[in-house]
Nanobody, 124 residues
Framework: QVQLVESGGGLVQAGDSLRLSCAAS????????MGWFRQAPGKEREFVAA????????YYTDSVKGRFTISRDNAKKTAYLQMNSLKTEDTAVYYC?????????????????WGQGTQVTVSS
């Protein structure tokens, strides 16, 4: 199992960019599909983006398509979320997650690993 640590969150203005990183420990990072999720205050956690084991396929929720890019570097055991043209509605705690299976489990509790989250705040 991998342990995940997110970084790169912060306070930015609408229209700015941020890049989140998710560093994994363990020797089998390439065996996991990686995902980014977010949870805004008072709302349920929602899917943002996913990338398959080799990085050949990526998926996005509609609200971030064309603005966010998920990527991974298996040699560095790190996944990334490049966020451009940020909007106030992107404000949330962002979590990365890993699972050996893709499509991901439908129950968040069934994921192999979650990070602790990183806060992204977009001001107007």
């Amino acid at each position: 199992q991998v342990q995940l640590v997110e970084s790169g969150g912060g306070l930015v203005q609408a229209g700015d960019s941020l890049r989140l990183s998710c560093a994994a420990s363990g020797r089998t990072f390439g065996s996991y599909a990686m995902g980014w999720f977010r949870q805004a205050p008072g709302k349920e956690r929602e899917f943002v983006a996913a990338i398959t084991w080799s990085g050949s396929l990526t998926y996005y929720t509609d609200s971030v398509k064309g603005r966010f890019t998920i990527s991974r570097d298996n040699a560095k055991k790190t996944a990334y979320l490049q966020m451009n043209s940020l909007k106030t509605e992107d404000t949330a705690v962002y979590y990365c997650a890993a699972d050996r299976n893709f499509p991901f489990p439908s129950n968040y509790n069934d994921f192999d690993s979650w990070g602790q989250g990183t806060q992204v705040t977009v001001s107007s």
